[in-house]
């Protein structure tokens, strides 16, 4: 299975901040990686498809970038709803594999 | 709208079988790859498995910790999904996610439509499951 790895695994921001998350892959997936959202209590939400597709109805202020091996997740002035857990997920190949996670906390 | 309702989760011994259903309603089921996805509380989501739609098969792929022993079926005259999960263990515990499927398709070397997982566009709640003695 290809490994995905998530950094940082946490951080602390405040609102307005720019965040990013990095998503690394054990080889060469493309352009197939996948981020999601995901509230305590809630379902979680697609964010970005295909590395940089943003899903409709997702706020501008998310953009996905990067290819290969190494992606990023970007959050252009944080907001309070924005406080959550990220996961990125590969879809190169099956079994589509999840990064650890990324929690993103209210400094 | 697009819902998605999960349902059958529960208490279960180790080594015991649950089935878990996905009810889904507010799109054109038959035309959707489904999927689960779990959470074990304190971990991240691990990918269990989907079925294609009818148009690509309606085969299944599986995670690898469940390969064997989990079975995913689809009933599009009701527009349910289903989980057959059998020789549970103590590490199944979770919440366990309906997903709605985007695919990617491609062509195999015989010129067949391949149809893989892309993202999951909707989610439903959950339904707990909890394996122990």
Known sequence: DIQMTQSPSSMSASVGDRVMITCRSSQNIGKWLAWYQHKPGKAPELLIYAATGVQSGVPSRFSGSGSGTTFTLTIDSLQPDDFATYFCQQAHSIPPTFGGGTTVEMK | EVHLVESGGGLVQPGRSLRLSCAA??????????????????????????????????????????????????????????????????????????????????ASPSGASLSDPLAADFWGQGTPVTVSS
Not at chain 2, 38 to 58: D, N, T
Not at chain 2, 59 to 86: E, P
């Open chain 2, 25 to 106: 309603s507010g799109f054109s089921f038959a035309g959707y790859a489904m999927g689960w996805v779990r959470r074990a509380p304190g971990k991240g989501l691990e990918w269990i498995g989907f079925v294609r739609s009818k148009h690509y098969g309606g085969s299944a792929d599986y995670g690898t910790s469940v390969k064997g022993r989990f079975l995913i079926s689809r009933d599009d005259s009701k527009s349910i999904v289903y989980l057959q999960m059998t020789s549970l263990k103590t590490e199944d515990t979770g919440l366990y996610y309906c997903t709605r499927d985007l695919t990617k398709i491609s």
